[in-house]
């Protein structure tokens, strides 16, 4: 069963194409790699699939339900996650507060009940921050709860706002170059914190990675985009040796990271 | 027939006068992002130095034009050095609450130098108040003097983009200050230099103007306002834009006034702010920029 | 959590002293805490917007006046009593405020702080030039309502519901910041994308914060004319922007105690100030420089390092804590063991 689906989606900036007629399908409990030189459409497709990007042409399906056009938070509230390249931690917050923003979609706090302090809306936020404190816990980071998200170190801000984008138990994230500046043994952990996410809460995973090591090591099909079109798909092992993929990474200087030895 | 002529002369050198402050602020938001929400106040002491030297000290119109734009100049500098440089990596808001800041200061200063709420400033005009009639078009020869100049204005700041070696290193960093960086353009003493040249042409366009109406501190607010509606109107990151608009700002003004009345004045900027960001979010002639995520 | 007295302790002794000041005050310091107090409110409105919310709008001074004038002629031209004129002033103030959520979706940054500014403008030309509604330039007078039942003067009795109004405002701003709704208000604030990812609804949350500062102004819109008596477009001018703005600046921007402390300041300077209005601008203008320049977390930023308890939530968090103060955990996640990828 296909818990996303992209159909022929093309996205045009100010005459450039970004997207041109992509379509992936990825079934429930996968991990899929995206990968591709820069400028290859990677993001942007992320962009359309959790709906800040509108496509000029095609439709995005999740659990069946047609997306397209939909806004992020409606989107998010069917159950899509989606982490960025850059930090996303909410400075203003402590790590505990970014954490029970993360449970937004579970609450349904409004200004009266907040105003009135209700007996339901503390019971809920009773119950959000017991959820945080236990995955604080199950990171081993509960000593930080109290502390600003900008006091940690970029490996732990990475855990943190990963596990913000599991704690509302989305069916399907986005990841946006997860890996990026970490060190060879971190990625190795990153590696194995996805396949527990993947194997124990059942998510599907779809992820842009520029680290090959950890996207032909993690995946469970890799698809690789170059100018805006999907030009292979496939097991990481049969991409590995398509002559397209290799004359899109070594045809082009620049950006091409080479393979970690 | 008479009338509309009227009208339309007066709406274009008003236009070409909102033109300037327009530029002024686009040149500014080109090279930084920001928008200076005390260029009016630049305007306002532009004009006022140039009555200090042109009434008060008896220095001739030219002489005072000159220093003023100086003055105004170094003003924007000021500007530069204590509001948008600290301040450029704290953000948006914290620059422009800054210039606020600066706004009031400069007002409040012009306020207590000059006189209060209550004085206007009358300059003396630069000819004769006789109107006179080329064809069937009827004008004023102070609006026909003030009109060649902000074109003189005007053609002198394209000749400095264009030709000068400070203009160019200008245009540069306003379309990639990193690339600017790398060939060595020094990007902070350009954003310097920049407001500099956009209160220039704020302060000339004052004193151009100080014939043609009186003077008074609140006047910078109200001047802005029409400069920033001709900003949007001809698209933000526009320079031929803000002349555009400028000129249909003027002429919508003068057209509004003389059919519907002349509060209508007051409030003609805040209509075209408003239809322009509606209907018009990038300008006439702006660009959309491509948003990368 | 910690126990946070300090804050709450200083709101507590300052509406203490202001409950009791009509005991001791004459007319003129019961006037100038009455305007206090109306300022705390403005100031609670503004910071929610633009503290918390991270809406750079600048329409607040025109809620104020939609309030006042609101109020002011349902009474006057319509002969209702002041008690029904004043939250239809407020409620008008908060359905103005809520239509600009909607520009505010689209425009962002420089083109909302200029559309917010540009129709403050509007509002002020529309109360200075309508003459046959507004009574034009010169304001008018309105008459105060009357306390005789209760034994009280109109001033002494109006300051006593603004003190009931003010509290009951600053409680629920109080309760709303530590709030699911609170949370999404600074997400939004901090990093909008992230914020929509989450399942923050951004034109919901954007519209709640424009009505609640539409709110807030126009409360205090609809209790100004009872107590200055009169109503004028230039209470409500670009200074009134400015001065607002000073008030969560030098007190504080996203923090609610801030908005107290910076409004109860800055009233006090502007009354020691009524003098010169040149000077007034000069001292606002510097002051709002300065603090954006050198203190730009506000005083309340200054009293969280001196005083150690008081720490607000969602308030912008101290930069004391650097990563070399942190034990940093060797391990990316405990337990995983940092085995091989494959």
Request: aromatic share 10%; hydrophobic share 55%; proline share 4%.
């Amino acid at each position: 069963m296909n818990s996303l689906t992209v159909s022929n989606v093309s996205v045009a900036f100010g005459g450039v194409d970004a997207l041109s007629d992509v379509s992936v399908a990825v079934d429930a409990g996968q991990i899929v790699g995206i990968i591709g030189p820069n400028g290859a459409g990677k993001t942007t497709l992320l962009n359309v699939i959790c709906g800040m990007n509108r496509p000029d042409r095609g439709d995005v399906t999740l659990h069946g339900t047609v997306i397209t056009g939909w806004k992020p938070s409606r989107i998010a509230g069917l159950g899509l996650g989606r982490t960025f390249q850059t930090s996303q931690l909410f400075p203003g917050m402590t790590v505990l507060e970014n954490l029970m923003t993360g449970l937004h979609l579970r609450g349904r706090t409004g200004l009266v009940a907040a105003a009135f302090r209700t007996p339901s809306m503390k019971r809920e936020e009773a119950e959000m921050r017991e959820r945080t404190l236990a995955a604080l816990d199950f990171v081993g980071m509960r000593a930080f709860a109290g502390r600003s998200g900008t006091a940690l170190s970029f490996g732990q801000q990475r855990v943190v706002e990963i596990v913000r984008t599991l704690i509302g138990d989305p069916t399907v994230v986005l990841l946006d170059e997860p890996a990026v500046g970490l060190s060879v043994p971190r990625v190795a952990e990153l590696d194995t914190l996805l396949r527990r996410i993947r194997d124990e809460r059942g998510v599907t995973l779809v992820m842009i990675e520029h680290v090959i090591r950890l996207v032909m090591g993690v995946s469970d099909r890799v698809i690789v985009m170059n100018s805006g079109h999907k030009i292979a798909e496939g097991r990481p092992d049969d991409i590995r040796r398509n002559p397209d993929v290799i004359e899109a990474y070594l045809g082009r200087q620049g950006d091409a990271r080479r393979p970690a030895p | 027939m008479l009338m509309l002529s009227y009208l339309l002369a007066t709406g274009i050198t008003t236009g070409a006068l909102y033109a300037l402050v327009a530029l002024g602020i686009v040149v500014v938001y080109k090279a930084t992002g920001v928008v200076n929400l005390a260029h009016g106040e630049l305007f306002m002491m532009g004009g006022f130095l140039a009555y200090t030297l042109h009434v008060m000290v008896k220095l001739p119109y030219v002489l005072s034009l000159l220093l003023a734009v100086a003055g105004s100049f170094a003003l924007g500098i000021l500007t530069d050095r204590v509001a948008f440089r600290p301040l450029m990596k704290e953000g948006l808001a914290s620059v422009l609450l800054a210039t606020i800041g600066i706004s009031f200061l400069l007002k409040g200063i012009a306020r207590v130098v000059w006189g209060g709420k209550g004085d206007f400033l009358a300059f003396p005009p630069l000819v004769s108040p006789e109107p006179i009639r080329i064809g069937n078009v009827m004008i004023m020869s102070q609006q026909l003097v003030v009109l060649l100049a902000t074109l003189a204005v005007m053609l002198a700041f394209g000749v400095f983009f264009k030709t000068t070696r400070a203009g160019k290193f200008m245009q540069a960093t306003a379309s990639n200050p990193r690339a600017a960086t790398l060939v060595g353009i020094h990007v902070s003493r350009v954003y310097m230099y920049t407001f500099g040249v956009g209160a220039a042409v704020a302060g000339a366009s004052a004193v151009l103007m100080a014939p043609l109406t009186l003077l008074y501190p609140d006047i910078g607010f109200v001047l802005f306002i029409k400069g920033f509606a001709a900003a949007v109107l001809g698209g933000l990151t526009s320079v031929p834009g803000a002349i555009v608009g400028g000129l249909l700002v003027g002429i919508f003004e003068q057209l509004a006034a003389g059919f519907i009345g002349t509060t209508i004045q007051d409030v003609s900027a805040f209509i075209v702010i408003m239809f322009a960001l509606i209907f018009l979010p990038t300008g006439i002639l702006g660009t959309r920029g491509i948003r990368k995520i | 959590m910690r126990v946070v007295v300090s804050h709450r302790a200083f709101l507590v002794v300052l509406f203490a002293a202001l409950a009791l000041l009509p005991v001791v005050a004459n007319q003129y310091t019961l006037f100038v805490g009455n305007l206090m107090m109306l300022y705390i409110i403005l100031a609670l409105g503004l910071n929610l917007l633009v503290g918390f919310a991270g809406q750079l709008a600048f329409a607040n001074a025109a809620m104020y006046g939609i309030g006042a004038y609101g109020a002011a002629l349902l009474q006057v031209r319509l002969g209702f009593s002041y008690w029904i004129a004043a939250p239809c002033g407020a409620l008008l103030a908060m359905a103005v405020g809520t239509l600009l959520a909607f520009p505010a979706l689209r425009l962002s940054g420089i083109y909302l702080a200029l559309a917010t500014l540009a129709f403050a403008q509007f509002t002020q030309w529309v109360l200075l030039h309508w003459n046959t509604v507004t009574f034009g330039a010169g304001g008018f007078p309105v008459p105060q309502p009357d306390f005789s039942a209760l034994g009280m003067s109109p001033d002494r009795g109006i300051y006593y519901v603004s003190w009931v109004v003010t509290v009951v405002l600053l409680a629920f701003a109080w309760r709303v910041v530590r709030s699911r709704v609170g949370r999404a208000f600074v997400a939004m604030r901090d990093r909008e994308m992230a914020a929509q990812a989450l399942g923050v609804d951004l034109l919901r949350y954007k519209a709640v914060a424009f009505a609640l500062s539409g709110f807030y102004a126009g409360t205090a819109g609809a209790l100004y004319p009872a107590v200055l008596a009169y109503v004028s477009p230039e209470g409500f001018d670009l200074f009134q922007m400015i001065l607002h703005k000073a008030m969560i600046v030098v007190g504080g921007m996203g923090s609610i105690v801030g908005s107290v402390i910076g409004a109860s300041l800055l009233v006090y300077l502007l009354e020691v100030l009524r003098q010169f209005k040149a000077t007034q601008e000069i001292v606002f203008g510097a002051l709002l420089l300065a603090f954006v320049l050198f203190q730009p977390r506000g005083l309340v930023d200054f009293a969280k390092r001196c005083l150690p308890g008081w720490a607000e939530p969602l308030h912008y968090a101290s930069d004391s804590e650097s990563p070399a103060d942190v034990t940093v955990a060797d391990e990316l996640v405990p337990g995983s063991g940092g085995g091989a990828p494959r």
